[in-house]
Structure formats: C-alpha cells, structure tokens
C-alpha cells in the first residue's frame, strides 16, 4: 500500500474515534432555558447541527475534531415548533433551532475557539454586544489554560441607549456601540482600523469594568486572549 494512503486512513481513522479532540461542556447555569448556538469555521465540520436545547442545570457534551474552529453563543426566549421553526428574542440565527452553519443575530455573548493552533486560542467576546453572562474554564491541558469568567449580568447596566427590551420594557441584551451607533470610532474601521488609535471608550469601559477578561472592543487583545494545550473546555451560561 501506498504512503499517502496509510496517512490518508490514519487521518479518517483519527478524525472519525476523535483522536486528540477536544471535548466542549455546555452548562446552562440560568434560572431558565436557552438555546445554545453553534457555528463553525471556514471547512471545519458543524458541530450538532449548530443548536440545540438545554434545560436550566442541564449539560451537553460535544466532541470537537482535531483543529476545529467556531464559536458558541446563548440564544433566549425562543420558541420553536416541532419541525424545529420558530424565534428567539435575543441571538437568533434564521428563525431555525439547529442554526445550521448561520450565526446568531447581535448583540450575542460569544465564547470562540481555535483548537491546536498549535495552542488552543480562545476568549470571551462581547463586541457584537451581550445578551447572557458567558465563562470558560479550561479542563486539563498545558499552558496558561487562564478561566475565562464573566457573571456579570451586563443587561443591568446597560446604558439606555444600547438596551434591547421587550414589549414589556424588560432589557433582553446590550448592544455594543458599534453595533448601536455604527461609527469608525466605535467600531475600529475606516481611520480608526489600527490599534494605535482605536481607543477604549466609555461604552467599552462598561463592558470591560463588568467582565475584565473579555474583549469589550475590537482591538482588546492584551487582555482578552487566552492559551492552553490539550485541554476540553467547560463553556457556563450565566
């Protein structure tokens, strides 16, 4: 047999019992349910159809293949059919509980990952704004493998002219200034797409004093980023 055909059937082989994989644990910690959404990166696979349901102190375990890429979010207030149709309030991805490769409408609070890279990458962002408190603890592995914890519940803070609410006044999510004002300054694009200039503001403050660890604008990275090697990763709603 050919050399490159053994390699090819090592990488099936490993890629199909999860070799080296890393395992995600979702943990909803809310007082209610919410709708995790899940969304891949460029060529990596989709990870349970993208969505799923968790009930409150409800777990979920899904393995992630060697080098995936993505990102997980909480979606809240949804509604779905039993064809798996409906909405939800906050982080909606397409009306759809399994997003299916789409992601979630902001403001969404998001925990993303790039796996051996050759590190693992990974951080909690809130610069598409927030809706639900979002953490991430490192389970095992080599490195720094920093928690990531935010939960803070930022809704309660938010400034009036960022707040998403409902049709009885409750606020659901905060936008980010970006997202409400879409300005350069606000946003780190046009004159503003350099870190040099691209300054924290009084919004991104907000975020920032609520959750230290979390990127509160584009260009957080000093404090934002995080690495770990070999680990799985607990990823806490609220």
Not at 130 to 153: A, E, T
Not at 196 to 209: G, L, M, Q, V
Request: glycine letters at 10%.
């Amino acid at each position: 047999m050919e050399p490159h055909f053994l390699v090819l059937i090592l990488y099936f082989l490993l890629f199909f019992i999860g070799g080296d994989a890393a395992v995600f644990t979702l943990k909803n910690k809310c007082n209610m349910k919410i709708w995790p959404g899940i969304l891949s990166g460029g060529g990596h696979p989709l990870l349970m159809n993208g969505g799923l349901q968790l009930q409150p102190n409800e777990t979920a375990e899904i393995k992630a293949p060697t080098g995936w890429s993505g990102r997980f979010w909480p979606r809240s207030q949804c509604n779905f059919d039993t064809s798996g149709k409906g909405t939800c309030a906050t982080a909606d991805c397409g009306g759809v509980l399994e997003c299916n490769g789409a992601g979630g409408n902001p403001p969404a609070s998001l925990a993303e990952f790039t796996l051996d890279s050759p590190m693992d990458f990974y951080d909690v962002s809130f610069v598409d704004g927030f809706n639900i408190p979002i953490s991430i603890y490192p389970l095992g592995g080599s490195g720094n493998c920093s928690n990531v914890q935010c939960v803070s519940d930022l809704n309660l803070q938010c400034p009036p002219e960022l707040q998403v609410k409902t049709n009885n006044d409750t606020v659901i999510a905060c936008k980010s200034a970006c997202l409400a004002f879409n300005k350069p300054e606000y946003c780190c694009t046009e004159e503003f797409n350099d870190p040099n200039i691209c300054k924290p503001t009084k919004y991104s403050e907000i975020f920032k004093k609520a959750c230290p660890d979390a990127y509160s604008y584009p260009y957080d990275d000093a404090t934002s980023t995080f690495t770990c090697k070999g680990a799985d990763y607990l990823i806490s709603f609220c």
